[in-house]
């Protein structure tokens, strides 16, 4: 009888580990929390501006790339591929993202460094990204409840 009562008992508490580990594994909730941490960041960096936040919030948004459950994969990675080829190009052409102009450009930058910033940054406005962007947003307010303007 008290082999029983142990053997349940072990037996429990083991149900109760496999079942509290199963929570905490859970990709969505575990990107909703990584949505929720970042978050405010993420406004201040967006909210603030400028030519370099998307740049500025690169590291933010590949962590929650590495986070997002699989629905959100391809739109994780469509972000953050695209601001990255504006940053390589931006650094292959040697200039500050914060003071580039594409209406005047720096002296001393090729035709072919201008012409790929200029590439780069009409991918990252194109249309395919901001419907990436626009699942983003939908997700966290649906799925996480919460609100994220990017």
Not at 41 to 69: K, Y
Not at 130 to 139: K, P
């Amino acid at each position: 009888m008290r082999r029983g009562r142990a053997t349940a008992l072990v037996c429990g508490m083991l149900l109760s580990t496999v079942l509290v580990a199963g929570c905490s594994d859970d990709p969505a909730e575990s990107y909703c929390e990584a949505l929720e941490e970042r978050q405010q960041r993420l406004s201040e960096i967006v909210g603030e501006g400028g030519p370099t936040a998307l740049i500025e919030a690169l590291g933010l948004f590949r962590e929650l790339e590495e986070r997002a459950p699989s629905d959100l994969a391809d739109e994780w990675a469509l972000l953050v591929r695209r601001i990255e080829v504006l940053e390589e190009a931006l650094d292959d052409a040697g200039v500050d993202p914060a003071t580039y102009d594409a209406q005047d450009p720096p002296a001393g930058i090729e035709p072919a460094e201008r012409a790929a910033i200029a590439a780069a940054a009409r991918e990252l406005a194109s249309e395919a990204t901001l419907a990436a962007l626009a699942g983003i947003e939908q997700q966290a307010r649906d799925v996480c409840k919460t609100q994220l303007t990017l």
